[in-house]
């Protein structure tokens, strides 16, 4: 055994685990060892997840060209809304707070806690009590309505005033509200043009429309009283502009395209289908897509009454 051995066997053994590292260090540094020379085993690369929210520069033209880009209409959603029923419904049982919001996460129960939900659906509330005012039954068109969460919402919140439910919807949602046997008339074809409605409810909706001014022109012809557009993602800085979101955490399993609507677009879209604004709600939603000209973006709600209707 050369003493250059015996000495680093010496440190080793009196010297704790937490130590031999720096030990190593002082060895090298007086000669006694040489530097390790074994290169740093390669690290695979990372892969970077998708983002739930993106900018999408193409516009509607990607959907012709991402087959991922699969829009509503897909079994996984309607599956997603029938899973999560029991517990909306259960959630707006009694007197609890209206801080519900049916759009949870995959595997999470609604619960009724939600401050940014309570600010959402009491507005609603507030719209409806205003619609439905010296009337015993309202006509209300909820298009994109899911398989009729709002129509048990207005039947807590308006007790005493029937509430004559229409909803437009995707084939796939359509079919599965009829499966659930929901009171009311769930269409997937244009019959919901045959009539006019004390109010047309617009929630979460109007940015999946690819012309999104045309769509609120129609819908403002058949409102007889009030049209409110709520849970629309707002631009203020730039012009509309479009986001991809990947809704599988939602347990959606699809990706969709829709609108950041430039708030003064809106507004004179509005004044062109002879829509004069009531009241602006404020919402506490959020969205940050990735690459996208404005980032973070809030959304809103306006509702609106058709002109020269006079004070409601």
Excluded at 149 to 177: F, Q, S
Excluded at 261 to 286: G, I, K
Aim: glycine share 8%; net charge negative.
């Amino acid at each position: 055994m050369t003493w250059r051995f015996a000495l680093k066997w010496a440190v080793k053994a009196v010297t704790p685990p937490i130590l031999v590292l720096g030990a190593k260090v002082l060895l090298i540094k007086l000669g006694l060892r040489a530097p390790d020379s074994r290169p740093e085993p390669e690290q695979p690369p990372v892969e970077e997840a998708e983002p739930e929210w993106e900018y999408a520069p193409e516009g509607w033209r990607q959907t012709k060209s991402d087959p991922r880009l699969a829009g509503w209409d897909v079994e996984g959603v309607a599956e997603a809304y029938r899973s999560k029923w029991d517990s909306y419904v259960h959630a707006l049982e009694g007197p609890s707070p209206l801080g519900i919001y049916h759009e949870v996460r995959e595997g999470e129960e609604v619960k009724s806690n939600d401050v940014a939900a309570h600010n959402m659906l009491v507005s609603f509330a507030y719209v409806l009590a205003l619609a439905a005012r010296n009337k015993e039954r309202l006509s209300l068109l909820d298009w994109g309505g899911g398989i009729g969460h709002y129509a048990l919402l207005a039947e807590k919140v308006l007790p005493g005033v029937e509430v004559d439910y229409h909803c437009k919807e995707v084939p796939r949602i359509v079919a599965a509200a009829r499966g659930l046997g929901h009171p009311g008339r769930f269409v997937d074809d244009d019959s919901w043009r045959d009539r006019h409605y004390d109010l047309v409810l617009v929630s979460g909706s109007l940015q999946y429309s690819e012309d999104w001014c045309a769509a609120l022109h129609d819908l403002a012809g058949h409102a007889s009283g009030h049209l409110y557009v709520t849970r629309l993602p707002l631009a203020r800085a730039v012009p509309s502009f479009t986001v991809i979101q990947r809704a599988y955490d939602y347990g959606y399993d699809t990706e969709y395209l829709g609108w950041v609507v430039n708030r003064e677009e809106l507004l004179a879209c509005a004044e062109r289908a002879s829509l004069e604004l009531v009241r602006e709600f404020l919402l506490d939603a959020w969205l940050a897509a990735r690459g996208a000209p404005e980032s973070p973006t809030g959304h809103g709600g306006f509702l609106f009454r058709r002109r020269g209707r006079g004070s409601m």
